[in-house]
């Protein structure tokens, strides 16, 4: 699906990132979007889309993510 290395990544990223620490990646809409947005929410992570851009047959969409 193209996202297990990002949700290797957020999941690991927990034991390193501050309280008020946030994370910004990358993902393509190519990926499986919706599993991904559900790791970041069972990973309790309060996440928003903070750029989204349409590039010939993908969007590139830029995630701000925070630990609830």
Same mark, same amino acid.
């Given at each position: 699906?193209?996202?297990?290395?990002?949700?290797?990544?957020?999941?690991?990223? &927990?034991?390193?990132?501050?309280? *008020?620490?946030? +994370?910004? %990646?990358?993902?393509?809409?190519?990926?499986?979007?919706?599993?991904?947005?559900?790791?970041?929410?069972?990973?309790?992570? &309060?996440?928003?889309?903070?750029? *989204?851009?349409? +590039?010939? %047959?993908?969007?590139?969409?830029?995630?701000?993510?925070?630990?609830?």
């Amino acid at each position: 699906s193209g996202i297990e290395t990002t949700k290797r990544f957020l999941t690991d990223a &927990k034991n390193f990132l501050s309280k *008020k620490g946030t +994370i910004l %990646f990358v993902a393509s809409s190519l990926a499986n979007i919706r599993d991904l947005e559900k790791h970041m929410t069972s990973e309790n992570y &309060k996440f928003e889309v903070d750029r *989204k851009k349409h +590039i010939s %047959f993908e969007d590139i969409i830029i995630y701000k993510a925070t630990q609830k």
